[in-house]
């Protein structure tokens, strides 16, 4: 079924796209659920990220819980839920014993020892899991594969009440689904009902919130746009939002190609780049590439409910194991955001902007706040965005108001400022890379 879409993506780009929206999901897709880091090391992860990104965590699945399989730790900020996860030595839960027919101690049972320890050599720090809850993991497992999906784990029943189930989304990044028997116990303070069953809660003496709220959107970077694109709208029926070719966010050194894909909702928005060649400097797209050994998440966007108090408290520890920031812009990018936006923006915060380096555009709809942070990890591959969204406030059939997705759209007019930003950031890895040979 993927297949049969393959001719129909023909990127027109940004100022001839239309957008529509055909209600076409072949599944019902509530939100983003949790997105899953593998790492070697979970329990430092975890602490970088919280402290990072004031993000507490609140519950966690290791020795101290009886899980010999995998150390995960859960840091939750509003219905933004990260988890972190690292194998223990595979020698502690054989899987062969036939005395032992529930010998699976995980509380992610689809964790596989060989392949987390395959993933942290290939990619580094990343996403192995961007997660969806669904009305049904079995109904949206089978439809997916039916409909062209890679399966990666079968669906999964945990303690009769939560199902999960993985497909492959692109390289080693899976599409996990999750769905609950009874959703009474969603807001429940209790992670083994609210989330998922084995976890059990951490309280912090140390509470953090610097006001992210919850995951816009998950970027991939894939070697093949329109083949990527077409396996994921086959599997999962979801409709194009927006696009982007290189003239339309390039710069004079590089570019990219990019297709944002959404659900009926329009609020589980899925984001993919491909390279572009031919151009001065290589695609930082393909730079990507070359360092995660194959596609994979290039970034995750935040929102935040108040971007200024968020990024002064990640730029207070940006220098002491927190995150670092791209270059801010030139002070004339500040002159033009008044003439852009200054009927959204008061004066004192386009100031606040300069200051803490945040950018701003808008699109016929809203206005969108946005911020990039260097990669997390040693290599120049997965990164953080921090967001804000203001207008396109819409009331729902039941009197509650609500933002609609995307709106502000996604920083079109910054993507040359961000492309500058990260060729001059990557000039100075270049520059370091060719004198250290000269010099020996």
């Not at 602490?47 to 730790?73: C, E, I």
């Not at 005395?99 to 992610?108: D, E, G």
């Not at 994979?296 to 920031?325: N, Y």
């Amino acid at each position: 079924m993927g297949q049969e879409n393959d001719s129909q993506l023909n990127l027109v780009g940004f100022s001839k796209f239309v957008r529509s929206n055909p209600r076409s999901d072949r599944f019902k897709v509530h939100r983003f659920h949790h997105v899953e880091f593998w790492c070697t090391d979970a329990t430092n992860s975890a602490l970088r990220f919280s402290w990072g990104l004031g993000m507490p965590m609140v519950a966690k699945s290791d020795l101290s819980t009886g899980n010999q399989t995998h150390a995960s730790y859960l840091l939750r900020s509003g219905d933004l839920n990260f988890l972190f996860t690292a194998p223990y030595s595979p020698t502690l839960t054989p899987t062969d014993d036939p005395t032992r027919p529930n010998n699976s101690t995980a509380s992610i049972p689809t964790l596989d020892h060989s392949a987390s320890r395959d993933f942290s050599s290939r990619h580094g720090l990343g996403v192995r899991a961007v997660a969806v809850q669904v009305d049904d993991a079995v109904s949206a497992f089978t439809t997916s594969v039916a409909h062209g999906a890679k399966p990666s784990a079968p669906p999964i029943l945990l303690d009769n009440r939560v199902t999960i189930a993985e497909v492959q989304l692109y390289g080693d990044v899976v599409l996990r689904y999750v769905s609950y028997s009874n959703s009474s116990h969603v807001s429940d303070s209790n992670p083994d009902l609210w989330f998922l069953p084995g976890f059990e809660a951490v309280t912090s003496s140390f509470p953090l919130d610097f006001g992210l709220r919850r995951l816009d959107h998950a970027v991939g970077n894939v070697e093949d746009l329109k083949s990527a694109v077409s396996y994921l709208k086959g599997f999962t029926g979801f409709h194009e939002f927006a696009e982007f070719t290189a003239e339309d966010v390039g710069t004079s050194e590089s570019g990219l190609n990019s297709v944002v894909l959404a659900n009926n909702e329009e609020m589980v928005l899925f984001p993919m780049n491909e390279p572009v060649y031919g151009t001065k400097r290589k695609s930082q797209i393909q730079t990507y590439l070359e360092h995660n050994e194959g596609a994979g998440v290039q970034h995750l966007a935040l929102v935040s409910e108040d971007i200024f108090k968020t990024l002064r408290e990640m730029r207070s520890r940006s220098g002491i194991g927190g995150f670092q920031f791209m270059p801010s812009p030139p002070p004339t990018y500040y002159r033009n955001v008044k003439k852009r936006a200054g009927d959204v923006l008061t004066d004192d915060q386009i100031k606040e902007c300069e200051e803490l380096g945040i950018l701003v555009d808008r699109d016929d709809q809203g206005t969108l706040l946005q911020i990039f942070t260097k990669p997390v990890g040693d290599r120049p591959t997965i990164f953080v965005e921090i967001i804000q969204r203001v207008g396109c406030m819409l009331k729902d059939e039941e009197g509650k108001v609500h933002q609609k997705g995307g709106c502000g759209g996604f920083g079109k007019g910054n993507f040359s400022e961000l492309f500058k930003s990260i060729e001059e950031y990557e000039k100075t890895l270049e520059a370091r890379q060719i004198a250290e040979p000269a010099a020996a």
